[in-house]
């Protein structure tokens, strides 16, 4: 293998690919980047054998054949090189770079031995023409997944692909999230599929750092392709039957408050300095304001007030600040509508989810539990 | 104890106090910021014991008194707040605070019990007038102090006070700071002391976070304060004789090499990404330029040559990375002198350190000692 490339792109493709390489001591070859010659440009692909990654970079090549070496220790020197021609070439198990007055030789392993990131060519079942926008919509939902995977599809987002729309939905069961896009191309069947939420969040990354005209969902045996221009990430689906969440979505509210978003989160942020070790904070909801109070006994009590459109009865409800703050820090309007419900009392008390939503936009929802009294 | 100040006062001086308070669980006063009117103002103190804060605010004054609480939830509201006038109200040993629709109690420690930080009040030893630049030469040196406490001495900075110079200088064995200011008023006669390492990384802290008209060092009984306006630290000092560093300084060089210091700098990064468990990268200084080289035989190697004046005769010489780097971040000018001697061999070789100089400026000197061959 021999090729020459321009620093710049290459850095680019080696950081995508490498942020999923881990310190691998059972399968070190995992520690590796596979560098092959393929279709007439330098395929560069990592795999942690859940999620695997493909990235092309063009240059003029001299010799095909391929090579593995370490991730870790390629992307720094290729990181730190000026924006110049660089020119790799594999030889003895070697790679040996290139570039100005810089020369490097790193010991390599034969990509024979590296595992294999299976191929999915079916059809598309959907298609994003805005990459920025959908990096957006995912960012929205991906961190209300639940971390543990005591319950393995709650630790994935949902994808549920209806017929001219596509939802994206995430909860722990504490809290949802769920964004609708209607403008998408959705070319399959209605059908839900899991995706890990480590998948979400390098896919989130990857739009991040690469611009691409159209990002194609293609659905393989029980595997998911996001085909990028120049980049291909690969994921494992969860098993497993999502929950009907519709249900617990309350659709009328007894109690409606409209209010200025950023006030609320620095209000709540002021509370949180104050609450006890369960994160409560209590919202008391007047006629034409609400307070916000919490209290620590060791420490000292605080209490703000701001001023909100209110309709309905005035209640008084208890939160866990880190779920509030969550939820709003998704919301991209300047206004929130807070739909809530009074706890139900009876021998079984049980509270009743709230809603945010941004107001004067459509798609985005979150749902969040209270704290029982 | 009541007081009405503003809030953006207020924050700079309890951020300024809250640093150096620890999570203190045998003494835990200790967590407190000490609140009192004194002249006028309000003083706020802290001290984990072997360093003290005082900080002054001007404010309407409608009662005076005093009370500890803690530090950390106090900053963290305040800092929140807008900056506006807030009311500071201690009264049955809780502090009241309230500012607009902000209100909140914190609960606190009787101030009878708050440690007694020593005042100072003896004549200054030296006097600087510009903050901006005594915050820049205390970090040339700062971080050539030891880590350990093993050699007491080394793990604090050397305040020389000479007729009309004063010197700070750092090491740890392995190499060596010193900065020499020429255009203080120093009143004091000739005078050496050992400043803790930790109280000048507070006073360099402070300096960025304050302006001062001056800074004042006054010697008390094994104690310096330093005197900002509205400003006080206090530390105790490092007992001890500080060894006779000046004779480890070579005079003469056997070469001399002279070069662009980001260049250096690039291509000494470039080789640690190679370089061994002792962070070894070897120079080769040849006659019209110097090469880098690194290796790791698990890894691999790499090679970076560039240009510069080299005089006396070519040499070969190995540096752990870390400290060349160190020392050429301390360097504010484009080109950097290297003064090199060779090892000396014999039945016990011995290295002969080396220096680094910006070129075109007075005052700053690095020695490294470089690796045994």
Redesign the interface.
Known sequence: MKITCLQENLKTNLNIAQNIVGKNLTLPILNNLLLEIDNGQLKISSTNLEIGINTWTSGKIEKTGSITC?AK?LT??IN??PNKKIELEAKDN??YIKCE???????GLSAEDFPLIPKIKEKPISVFKKSEALKNDLNKVVGAAALSESRPEFSGVLFKFEKDSVRFVATDSFRLAEKIIYQTSSISQPNSLIVPQRTIQELIRILGEKQSQEVRFVLGDSQILFDLDEVQLISRLIDGQYPDYQQIIPKNFETKVTLSKDELI?NI??AS??SSKINDVKILIRSEKIEILSQDP?????????SARVQGKPMEIIFNFRYLMEGLANIGTKQVLLGLNPEIQGTSSRSNPAVIKPVGEDGYLYVVMPIKT
Chains 1, 2 share one sequence.
């Open positions: 370490p220790i720094s020197f730190n090189l070697n790679l007055n810089y020369k490097a030789a790193i010991k620095n942020r002021i300095i104050f060791d420490l000292g009590e605080n209490k703000s007030q701001m």
